[in-house]
């Protein structure tokens, strides 16, 4: 796993190595300059962008760098203010005739290759004036633009854009990647990332980056049948939701991720419209009023013996739904995922999970996570690992917060997985997540979390795998589904 961290333990972690550990500011940026070179030294003409802070100071090392090997870049400054360690090396080049002030009409085309080290991931403010003008003029002219640790405008934590940002083709990552690189807007404004560790010693929170070295399942053994692998029952559909396919393949995907036994249970005036799509999978229905599941705790009861059960996905916002919720939260000793319009339910009151005997894994989007914590959804948007591992640690369940980054935590440990496409923007695409989870829990060989984490980077390799074959708009969410058990065969080891 690669460490990830905030902008906050990066500024501890940054005073840390120079005050205890005596390295210099100045010594640091020399660092970080070589490293940035490194990605620029085949290239003949350099402009390099330069704010007035460490960012900025990474920019005129770099210059430094390039001058002093008879190379000679055109470095743009908004002015002649620099701090602390910056100063230094402006000092170094303040004589080189080839600095230029910005005016915010700049054409960068000209260059094979523009670095943005304009702000770093200390921004706190909207980008405005002669930088929101600067962002724009690069957006636009530059053919090729590398960021120094993180385009400049995007936010260090969440990845929001603030007001403006640099869209990159390469983000030179310092010393250890930031999360606002993985968050929000983060993943379409870095282009490829690269890191490079200067010698930073990380002190405080780290979160975990989920790669393909953490994931692996054991081959199975020979002498074993449907039972060894766990039983998973998913809860859902209703007259409003219910698509049959999507059903059915949201229970594949749950036999593909491990599960033996797959049951779907659904009203039961719709469960004829799931039979000619259910071949590996069996159907359990169940009363129902109003085209929806109804409560009814003797039908119910028989599903507390499954080794999973995934529910809420289309099972419609009845009176009911939450009587059903809340049976199977205090009456279920196994792993219970939550998804969609169980979500809904449980923000009705959801102190409901205090009273849980089962192990659960929530797996809300931004607004389902809104409706839980009862705030607007710029609040999670703005800090996504924060509020999940606040909820996460108030109510003793995993949250898996989906996003272009998804982020998975206990309420103690956070891990994000970054696997994904923008093909999976549409309807269907949590229904497998929700799958692939439920038939790793059945299987019962991991922990909830990294059952959780695993069903994330996973679903999101099937995604990539779809996009591949189909483009961003003609993949659809079965085909996502169809290309889990292609994934899963890679890491068995």
Not at 109 to 115: A, L, R, T
Not at 479 to 489: I, N, P
């Amino acid at each position: 796993m690669l460490d990830v961290i905030s902008r906050e333990t990066m500024r501890l972690s940054d005073r840390y190595t120079i005050d205890s550990l005596k390295v210099s500011g100045g010594e640091l940026m020399m660092r970080a300059a070589l490293g940035i070179k490194e990605e620029i030294d085949v290239c003949e003409s350099v402009a390099i962008i330069c704010g007035g802070g460490n960012n900025g100071g990474d920019g005129l090392c770099l210059a430094y760098l390039l001058i002093s090997e008879g190379k000679f870049p055109d470095v743009y400054i908004f002015g002649q203010r620099f701090d602390n360690e910056a100063k230094l090396y402006y000092d170094k080049i303040s004589e080189y005739s080839n600095i230029f002030i910005i005016d915010g009409g700049e054409d960068y085309s000209k260059y094979d290759v523009v670095v943005d080290a304009i702000f770093g991931t200390g921004l706190a403010r909207n980008v405005a004036g002669i930088y929101f003008d600067t962002v724009t003029a690069l957006n636009a002219t530059a053919k090729n633009v590398i960021s120094v640790d993180i385009p400049s405008g995007l936010d260090g934590n969440c990845g929001k854009v603030m007001g403006a940002a640099v869209k990159a083709d390469k983000t030179v990552s310092i010393n250890t990647i930031k999360s606002g690189l993985l968050l929000g807007s983060g993943k379409d404004h870095s282009g490829r990332v690269v890191n490079k560790d200067i010698g930073i010693e990380i002190v405080g929170e780290k979160y975990r980056l989920i790669g393909d070295d953490d994931v692996a399942f054991p081959r199975r053994l020979n002498n074993s049948h449907k039972n060894t692998y766990g039983n998973v029952s998913i809860i859902a559909g209703s007259a409003k939701y219910m698509g049959a396919a999507k059903l059915a393949y949201t229970g594949s995907v749950s036999l593909m991720a491990g599960a033996g036994l797959v049951r779907l249970v659904v009203p039961s005036e719709y469960s004829a419209l799931l039979v000619p799509h259910v071949v590996e999978e069996t159907l359990y229905p169940l009363p129902s009023k109003d085209g929806m599941i109804a409560f009814d705790k003797e039908a119910l009861t028989p599903l507390l013996a499954s080794s999973a059960i995934a529910f809420g996905m289309g099972v419609g916002d009845g009176e009911e739904i939450f009587d059903i919720l809340e049976f199977i939260v205090e009456s279920y000793g196994g792993r219970l995922l939550i998804d969609a319009d169980g979500l809904n339910a449980l923000s009705k009151d959801t102190d409901v999970l205090l009273r849980k005997k089962c192990d659960i894994v929530l797996t809300p989007h931004v607004k389902e996570m809104s409706r839980l914590i009862g705030k607007e959804v710029g609040d999670v948007m703005s800090d996504p690992i924060g509020v999940a591992k606040e909820f996460a640690a108030k109510y003793s369940v995993t949250v898996l917060l989906k996003g272009a980054s998804s982020v998975i935590t206990d309420g103690r440990e956070v891990y994000i997985t970054a696997t994904g496409a923008p093909s999976m923007a549409k309807g269907g695409s949590g229904d497998v997540l929700s799958g692939v989870i439920a038939g790793i829990l059945a299987g019962k060989l991991f922990d909830v979390t990294k059952s959780a984490y695993l069903g994330a980077y996973i679903a999101g390799k099937a995604g990539e795998e779809a996009m591949r074959t189909f483009g961003e708009y003609g993949a659809l969410a079965r085909d996502t589904a169809r290309s889990v058990s292609f994934v899963m065969k890679r890491y068995v080891r």
